[in-house]
Nanobody
Framework: QVQLVESGGGLVQPGGSLRLSCVAS????????MGWYRQAPGKVREFVAS???????NYADFVKGRFTISRDNAKNTVYLQMNNLKPEDTAVYYC????????????????WGQGTQVTVSS
């Protein structure tokens, strides 16, 4: 089993920055993808960004140019640097993990963290 623990959320003013961290523990696959989703009140959970263990990033259009995802494979940690935050970025941010195979994402391998609250307000 893989466990994920997020940290780094908080309250920030519009235009400010935050860095989220997610540490994975347990039996991790050497080929995996880790990323971030978010869920605002009354809305469905949406994809934010992901990064494979091989270094391939993917971003939602609404964060391109503002958010950067990175990871330290030695520490099993993924980061989300969020700059120029907007009130509409307010949400609970969830870390996500999944195993990769030659055929793609391994069904049933997906894991979620407990979430960390990000509030952007003046």
């Amino acid at each position: 089993q893989v466990q994920l623990v997020e940290s780094g959320g908080g309250l920030v003013q519009p235009g400010g920055s935050l860095r989220l961290s997610c540490v994975a523990s347990g039996s991790l696959s050497s080929a995996n993808v880790m990323g971030w989703y978010r869920q605002a009140p009354g809305k469905v959970r949406e994809f934010v960004a992901s990064l494979t263990s091989g270094g391939a990033p993917n971003y939602a259009d609404f964060v391109k140019g503002r958010f950067t995802i990175s990871r330290d494979n030695a520490k099993n940690t993924v980061y989300l640097q969020m700059n120029n935050l907007k009130p509409e970025d307010t949400a609970v941010y969830y870390c996500n993990y999944g195993e990769l195979t030659i055929a793609g994402f391994r069904v049933g391998s997906e894991r979620w963290g407990q979430g960390t609250q990000v509030t952007v307000s003046s």
